[in-house]
């Protein structure tokens, strides 16, 4: 399965910035998705990221807040915009290929935002 | 009502103990489930997937999937403390692209 490489690993924030998580997969895959973690509660679906076109965002994300990027088949960033206290979460990156039952996680980008 | 639940826990238990780990879900179209362990700290990390209905085996894990109860269940033999951790139950339906529909997770731990 492949191995992905999540950076960074935690970050503080002032709120009203805006903070790119990036997400390197070790093989081409077909699917990248990006999660929301808050403590307590399950995964969030944010958005599956299209190599090449714009992501597929799940209802209550939107791109303005939450633009994804994916250049080629191994890469993903997700960008948290004008971030607020609220955003303070752990994201996480997701890979596998499309036949895949499951999928391969990242360990995480814990965000605090002050 | 959620898709899946799943009881947060903390479920802990000694060593050597068997650990039954459980998840209920409404959405009948679900065909793939799958079971993840999460340490502190850590990505989920995939344990076991099963299709459809029956029992996978690996190891000390067991994976049960009873369709027509929607009701899925984890067993874990012979538990150990590195055993400690969140395991969160996921499905999907049949197609590549739908997506994965995470339970809270069940917090376990397992003392010596």
């Known amino acids: 399965s492949a191995v992905i490489s999540q950076k960074p690993s935690r970050d503080i924030c002032q709120r009203g910035t805006s903070l790119t998580i990036q997400c390197q997969v070790d093989?081409?895959?077909?699917?990248m998705f990006w999660y929301r973690q808050q403590p307590g509660q399950s995964l969030t679906l944010i958005a599956t990221a299209n190599q090449g076109s714009e992501a597929t965002y799940e209802s209550g994300f939107v791109i303005d807040k939450f633009p994804i990027s994916r250049p080629n088949l191994t890469f993903s960033t997700l960008t948290v915009s004008n971030m607020s206290p609220e955003d303070s979460s752990i994201y996480l990156c997701?890979?596998?290929?499309?036949?895949?039952?499951?999928?391969?996680f990242g360990s995480g980008t814990r965000l605090t935002v002050v | 009502q959620k898709e899946v639940e799943q009881d947060p826990g903390p479920l802990s238990v000694p060593e050597g103990a068997i650990v039954s780990l459980n998840c209920t879900y409404s959405n009948s179209a679900f065909q793939y489930f799958m079971w993840y362990r999460q340490y502190s700290r850590k990505g989920p990390e995939l344990l076991m997937y099963?299709?459809?209905?029956g029992n996978k085996e690996d190891g000390r894990f067991t994976a049960q999937v009873d369709k027509s109860s929607k009701y899925i269940s984890l067993f874990i033999r012979d538990s150990q403390p590195s055993d400690s951790a969140t395991y969160l139950c996921a499905m999907r339906g049949r197609y590549n692209t739908d997506k994965l529909i995470f339970g809270t997770g069940t917090r376990l731990q397992v003392f010596p």
């Open positions: 997701s890979a596998g290929q499309g036949s895949s039952y499951g999928y391969t």
């Open positions: 093989s081409q895959v077909t699917m």
């Open positions: 099963t299709y459809s209905s």
